[in-house]
């Protein structure tokens, strides 16, 4: 089994002004950030897209935040009919977790942690990221009554601590996770349907890295050994789309999960994967993360 590889990023900001921002703090922060990108780096401004733009294969903000549609079969077969994943993924780090619905506050001073998970190809556009972190947080995040500018302190590669594999698990849901079944988000999950998102996940990666999706075929045989206790809630996350121009509401699952059974050490990889990845649709604006433990 080879699963794809990941980079774990801990981006640090500090608060220059006071404001408010979502509960889910990245669903303003990936639109302020895709702009500072485009802003920063398209030297073809008068285009309406990407498309057919002569730099479009080396610019670093079709890469990260407009990848034309996908031929891919392997793809299409995973569901993917239109844009391929993102190559990142982001999420707000402890305080600024979306606990309860209600607005983060901030205060100059005040300190704002970020995880971002990205592919190796990340790297290939990593200086023009770090300077569209820079300007984004210069210019603000949310709304314009509420904005919130930041300083970029620090940008640093991180590794996670590493779990032995065990019989029992407890997966927290941090951010809303939205995982469709049957063309809805589901409203509640089972082990086939954990894993399977999990292994999704894992496919669309590996197509991103040129993996083979044998390589992470999910051995669907060892979740008959497990049990799942679940204490988890629907919360619906409300944003506005600038590029569609609407209001939005996402649901998503917030809980906890534990699991139990003898196949679980041989799914852990598995489990240590989706907890770095992020699960489920729209990882890029902060959802699908959970964190694992040992119970």
Known sequence: MQLPRLELWQIVYVARSSGRLPPLVTTAIHGGLGQALYHGVCVAKARETCRSCPVEQSCAYPQLFDPPASGDPALRELGVTTEPPRPFAISPEPPFLPRNGSPCLFQPGDTLRLRLVATPRVREVWPALQRALRRAGRIGFGKRRDRVTFELEAVECVQPEELQPSTRARLEFVTPTRIKNEGRVASSL???????????????????????????????????????????????????????????????????VELEGAGLPQLWPWLVFGAKAQIGKATTFGFGRFELSNV
């Open 190 to 256: 089972s082990p086939q349907l954990l894993f399977e998102a999990i292994q999704r996940r894992a496919a669309l990666l590996a197509r991103l890295q040129g993996l083979p999706n044998g390589d992470v075929a999910l051995p669907i045989e060892l979740l008959a050994s497990l049990s799942m206790r679940a204490d988890l809630r629907m919360v619906r996350v409300r944003r506005f789309s600038s590029t569609q121009r609407r209001r939005m509401e996402w649901p998503g699952l917030m809980g906890t």
